[in-house]
């Protein structure tokens, strides 16, 4: 409860001062020229990186004097540093903006901004960033009073720095461990665990003996330590540490830690019943808050000599107090309220930028929707004019194929057409030719029967005759059909194609017009049919007519293999 109030009244302390800051008309010359000169610097680099940091120094010199532009001026460092794409400049940005908007009591927004920071840092794997991080969340949940959310981040960044330590990357204990002991001391004593609250203390304090420098921090470890020994009713160990800690702070001349001590001291007094020395330690207070412009202890100051005073039964005196405990709680309260109407206000314009950001951010990314669509679109009808050029293409190629392939095979069927009609025209020739040596064998026989028939008696050359009668009609029977069946194999379309361009030809003429297509001579046509050579030539001038090629220069052979 005690450190609730102490926080409650820092926070007044910090917004009176913000506003007196605020209310002032100018900054010190010297301020401004400093901010003048890094604006400047900032205003004229094109380096992202001296940007930032210029602008971020900028946001830390109007902190404390004007809240607005040290956070417009985060946020501009901010901006710069998402634009560049260095994830270094951004994690800087933000976690000084987080600290900006944490001092100002913008928890939420603070918040944002170190969740920001730590997700940067863990892609960056710094377990030292890492850290840092996960303690000012838990300074955050600590403020928010949500203590158990603020233990685990404090636990969780004191298992990193002694990692950390063990493995000599930071130096140990550090001061960072120092801070995180004394807050986890701080979440004990609010959560009724008084016991962890002074081992944390004693650890903190432990580390801060032994840590140069660290004098402040320590100041403050035993001054807690104290206060948990003092609700406990220890008041023999209370006042050693309380005393330590005052002397810890007088050697340090540190006044602010010094206004504190006093008014635990009077805290101490006043529960031992020991009222001049509450009343002497709170005047102490009182009056070193009013040189350091500590408003919230000295709204404590006052309220413990009210109550020092109804102890002493001094009403008078005890009134005096109370009033200016109320005008001063009422002054605070209208700060408050004017801080807060601040808050509002900048928390407002915060939203208000996040809502601009983010309709741009949702304007880029439809924007880069409509160009991956359009794109994805184009690439899809070049794919499908690609796939159907493709599939066109192939299927001019089988056609193509097909097309070759049935040439081919018409090339090879017609070769074989030709190699059979060949052979058949072979087999046809050597036909003929056998049936011309057979014709002119059977005629030599005849001739030698017809030479032998005059001698012979009347009896013998009848019967004689009579063979050479049969031999003739059997000679010419046989030839003529074996020759038109082996003709009609081989040609089969040949009398038709005649007979579309004469049907009025006789037997004969076809017959003669079978002979000459095998290309034969008048001899060979007369041996086989067994007329007269000059018949045959008299046939052959009648059927140039008949074909009506007595006017033209085409031979009848000529003609015929065409047919």
């Given at each position: 409860?005690?450190?609730?109030?102490?926080?409650?009244?820092?926070?007044?302390?910090?917004?009176?001062?913000?506003i007196i800051v605020l209310c002032s008309s100018?900054?010190?010359?010297?301020?401004?020229?400093?901010?003048?000169?890094?604006?400047?610097?900032?205003?004229?680099?094109?380096?992202?990186?001296?940007?930032?940091?210029?602008?971020?120094?900028?946001?830390?010199?109007?902190?404390?004097?004007?809240?607005?532009?040290?956070?417009?001026?985060?946020?501009?460092?901010?901006?710069?540093?998402?634009?560049?794409?260095?994830?270094?400049?951004?994690?800087?940005?933000?976690?000084?903006?987080?600290?900006?908007?944490?001092?100002?009591?913008?928890?939420?927004?603070?918040?944002?901004?170190?969740?920001?920071?730590?997700?940067?840092?863990?892609?960056?794997?710094?377990?030292?960033?890492?850290?840092?991080?996960?303690?000012?969340?838990?300074?955050?949940?600590?403020?928010?009073?949500?203590?158990?959310?603020?233990?685990?981040?404090?636990?969780?960044?004191?298992?990193?720095?002694?990692?950390?330590?063990?493995?000599?990357?930071?130096?140990?204990?550090?001061?960072?461990?120092?801070?995180?002991?004394?807050?986890?001391?701080?979440?004990?004593?609010?959560?009724?665990?008084?016991?962890?609250?002074?081992?944390?203390?004693?650890?903190?304090?432990?580390?801060?003996?032994?840590t140069p420098g660290q004098e402040m921090y320590?100041?403050?470890?035993?001054?807690?330590?104290?206060?948990?020994?003092?609700?406990?009713?220890?008041?023999?160990?209370?006042?050693?540490?309380?005393?330590?800690?005052?002397?810890?702070?007088?050697?340090?001349?540190?006044?602010?830690?010094?206004?504190?001590?006093?008014?635990?001291?009077?805290?101490?007094?006043?529960?031992?019943?020991?009222?001049?020395?509450?009343?002497?330690?709170?005047?102490?207070?009182?009056?070193?808050?009013?040189?350091?412009?500590?408003?919230?202890?000295?709204?404590?100051?006052?309220?413990?000599?009210?109550?020092?005073?109804?102890?002493?039964?001094?009403?008078?005196?005890?009134?005096?107090?109370?009033?200016?405990?109320?005008?001063?709680?009422?002054?605070?309260?209208?700060?408050?309220?004017?801080?807060?109407?601040?808050?509002?206000?900048?928390?407002?314009?915060?939203?208000?930028?996040?809502?601009?950001?983010?309709?741009?951010?949702?304007?880029?990314?439809?924007?880069?929707?409509?160009?991956?669509?359009?794109?994805?679109?184009?690439?899809?009808?070049?794919?499908?004019?690609?796939?159907?050029?493709?599939?066109?293409?192939?299927?001019?190629?089988?056609?193509?194929?097909?097309?070759?392939?049935?040439?081919?095979?018409?090339?090879?069927?017609?070769?074989?057409?030709?190699?059979?009609?060949?052979?058949?025209?072979?087999?046809?020739?050597?036909?003929?030719?056998?049936?011309?040596?057979?014709?002119?064998?059977?005629?030599?026989?005849?001739?030698?029967?017809?030479?032998?028939?005059?001698?012979?008696?009347?009896?013998?050359?009848?019967?004689?005759?009579?063979?050479?009668?049969?031999?003739?009609?059997?000679?010419?029977?046989?030839?003529?059909?074996?020759?038109?069946?082996?003709?009609?194999?081989?040609?089969?379309?040949?009398?038709?194609?005649?007979?579309?361009?004469?049907?009025?030809?006789?037997?004969?003429?076809?017959?003669?017009?079978?002979?000459?297509?095998?290309?034969?001579?008048?001899?060979?046509?007369?041996?086989?049919?067994?007329?007269?050579?000059?018949?045959?030539?008299?046939?052959?001038?009648?059927?140039?007519?008949?074909?009506?090629?007595?006017?033209?220069?085409?031979?009848?052979?000529?003609?015929?293999?065409?047919?």
């Amino acid at each position: 409860m005690e450190n609730q109030v102490k926080s409650l009244l820092f926070s007044l302390l910090v917004i009176i001062l913000t506003i007196i800051v605020l209310c002032s008309s100018t900054m010190q010359a010297q301020d401004m020229a400093k901010i003048d000169s890094m604006r400047y610097v900032v205003e004229t680099s094109k380096n992202d990186s001296v940007r930032v940091y210029g602008l971020v120094a900028i946001s830390k010199e109007y902190a404390w004097g004007d809240v607005q532009n040290a956070l417009q001026y985060g946020e501009k460092a901010l901006a710069i540093a998402e634009k560049s794409n260095k994830k270094n400049l951004l994690s800087y940005a933000l976690f000084n903006n987080g600290v900006a908007y944490f001092n100002q009591g913008l928890l939420e927004i603070s918040t944002k901004h170190f969740f920001g920071y730590l997700e940067i840092q863990k892609e960056l794997k710094d377990d030292k960033g890492i850290a840092y991080a996960l303690v000012n969340l838990g300074a955050v949940h600590l403020k928010l009073n949500q203590f158990e959310q603020s233990r685990e981040y404090f636990e969780k960044a004191l298992e990193t720095f002694d990692n950390l330590a063990a493995e000599g990357k930071i130096a140990k204990p550090g001061v960072e461990m120092i801070s995180i002991y004394n807050n986890l001391g701080v979440v004990s004593k609010n959560c009724n665990e008084p016991e962890k609250a002074i081992e944390y203390y004693s650890r903190g304090i432990n580390l801060a003996r032994h840590t140069p420098g660290q004098e402040m921090y320590l100041g403050n470890l035993l001054n807690n330590l104290g206060s948990i020994y003092l609700e406990l009713g220890k008041f023999d160990e209370a006042i050693i540490f309380l005393t330590e800690a005052l002397n810890v702070r007088m050697a340090n001349n540190d006044k602010s830690g010094l206004v504190k001590s006093y008014l635990m001291m009077a805290r101490y007094y006043l529960k031992q019943g020991r009222i001049e020395d509450a009343l002497f330690y709170s005047y102490s207070g009182y009056n070193l808050a009013n040189t350091v412009g500590g408003l919230s202890a000295n709204s404590e100051a006052l309220d413990l000599l009210f109550q020092v005073y109804q102890e002493k039964k001094m009403a008078d005196s005890a009134l005096k107090y109370y009033k200016l405990t109320t005008e001063l709680k009422e002054k605070l309260n209208q700060e408050a309220a004017l801080k807060e109407l601040t808050l509002l206000q900048i928390t407002a314009q915060y939203k208000e930028n996040e809502r601009i950001s983010q309709l741009e951010q949702n304007r880029r990314e439809f924007r880069y929707l409509m160009i991956g669509l359009t794109l994805l679109l184009i690439v899809a009808i070049l794919s499908l004019l690609y796939f159907l050029s493709h599939s066109r293409n192939r299927r001019l190629t089988l056609e193509k194929e097909n097309i070759n392939l049935s040439a081919k095979n018409l090339e090879l069927k017609k070769e074989s057409l030709e190699k059979e009609l060949e052979i058949r025209n072979k087999e046809l020739a050597t036909n003929v030719m056998y049936q011309i040596q057979k014709n002119e064998l059977i005629q030599e026989i005849v001739q030698k029967l017809e030479n032998h028939s005059s001698s012979d008696g009347n009896n013998d050359r009848d019967w004689k005759l009579e063979i050479i009668r049969d031999l003739e009609k059997t000679q010419q029977k046989s030839v003529w059909n074996e020759f038109e069946l082996r003709f009609q194999q081989v040609h089969n379309d040949f009398y038709n194609r005649l007979n579309e361009i004469n049907p009025e030809l006789s037997t004969n003429d076809r017959r003669l017009c079978a002979f000459l297509r095998l290309n034969m001579t008048t001899k060979e046509i007369s041996s086989i049919t067994g007329q007269s050579i000059r018949s045959i030539e008299v046939a052959r001038t009648r059927l140039r007519k008949r074909l009506n090629l007595t006017n033209s220069e085409t031979g009848l052979i000529e003609f015929l293999s065409q047919i």
